[in-house]
């Protein structure tokens, strides 16, 4: 390696640490009772004091993708440990290549905290998550990448003519090289109209969750305010209302709505949320396994609102999931028979399924 490319590499290596990477301690919403905050990032049990940060290794910025000038997001998931060491640390999105995903999982496998106590007493805590960004220090919110431009207009223009099916083909593929993150942002919110628009609400969502990572900051500031919008109507789509209810406030007007009509729409979708999460009745979910990037199969995520839950009509393998809540951890087969039960002392819960891509299920969540 030349003494430019180490500079170059080192870098961009401290940048990520120390302007990129969001620690997220227990940020999952917790599960909520009547008089419960929803949004609250307290964890509410009496006795229970969170892991604190101690020290945290920066990302190695591979050398293949700074040659490359190819960038990358990922989201994290790990456990701390009752000595304060993370561990089982997972990929749980991504944006970016196999060997940045790899140096981002190193990154947090250093990372040391004072544990998690519990009256005193130290315990794992779990349902952490941190988000770690490679950026170049040069590239900026700019197109750099000829052939990832060429493709970019190719495949707006088939999705501007209706042309939904080879439009995303083309813009899909467009991933397989070395893109920047203002590529990326640009080409998953293409992907989220022409997905949207094509009746696939599943995989709209997953590319508009990239389009605005870091709040929307590798977009054109223009566009933000409509992928907000169009976030916040397929996060309900798809059943999370934790987003609807806990998300920053949209703009009143923007260029993209000058009449505020798509706001309108958004805040109806907005209310008709707010009234299941306070309804006495079951909240009932329709639930989709998609493909993330870097996963095994298809996965679903999804925090919960109350304490118990139970699965219901199946189509296609759905095997198994991972209830993830600050203080237990559990994992079971998917079925129709069982009914959980989350204690309030568990604290927030992340519930993940896995199976096949494709595959469907109703998640219904009581009091």
């Not at 207009?153 to 501007?160: K, N, S």
């Not at 329709?286 to 839950?309: I, M, Q, V, Y």
Request: aromatic share 8%; with cysteine.
């Amino acid at each position: 390696m030349s003494e430019a490319m180490k500079t170059y590499l080192a870098t961009i290596s401290v940048l990520s640490l120390v302007l990129n990477p969001i620690l997220l301690e227990a940020r999952a919403q917790p599960v909520v009772g009547a008089g419960t905050e929803l949004c609250s990032d307290k964890i509410a049990q009496p006795g229970f004091a969170p892991a604190v940060l101690v020290t945290r290794s920066p990302p190695v910025f591979p050398e293949s993708d700074a040659a490359s000038e190819s960038e990358g997001w990922f989201r994290l998931g790990f456990t701390i440990d009752a000595e304060g060491e993370t561990k089982d640390v997972v990929v749980l999105d991504q944006v970016g290549s196999a060997g940045m995903a790899k140096a981002a999982r190193q990154a947090v496998a250093r990372w040391k905290y004072k544990p998690a106590t519990q009256d005193g007493q130290p315990i794992e805590q779990h349902a952490n998550s941190a988000e770690i960004v490679f950026r170049a220090k040069h590239v900026g919110n700019a197109p750099i990448h000829e052939e990832v431009v060429a493709n970019y207009d190719e495949g707006r223009g088939l999705v501007a003519e209706g042309k939904y099916a080879e439009g995303i083909a083309v813009l899909e593929r467009t991933f397989e090289l070395p893109v920047t993150l203002y590529e990326q942002a640009k080409l998953s919110f293409a992907l989220a109209f022409a997905y949207e628009r094509s009746n696939d609400p599943s995989r709209a969502l997953v590319h508009i969750r990239h389009a605005v990572i870091e709040g929307g900051r590798y977009l054109e500031k223009t566009v933000v305010p409509a992928a907000q919008r169009m976030r916040m109507r397929l996060e309900v789509a798809k059943g999370n209302f934790h987003y609807a209810a806990c998300a920053a406030p949209l703009p009143a007007t923007d260029n993209f709505d000058a009449t505020g009509a798509d706001r309108k729409a958004t805040m109806k979708v907005l209310d008709d949320a707010m009234r299941r999460l306070a309804s006495a009745e079951p909240l009932v979910v329709d639930a989709a396994l998609t493909k993330l990037s870097g996963a095994r199969g298809g996965l679903w995520e999804h925090p919960l609102s109350r304490r118990k839950f139970k699965f219901s009509s199946f189509t296609g393998e759905v095997r198994e999931f991972r209830l993830s809540c600050v203080t237990q951890m559990t994992d079971g087969p998917v079925n129709e028979t069982a009914q959980w039960s989350v204690p309030r002392a568990a604290g927030p819960c992340i519930l993940r399924v896995s199976g096949e891509v494709g595959a469907s299920f109703k998640l219904i969540e009581e009091w």
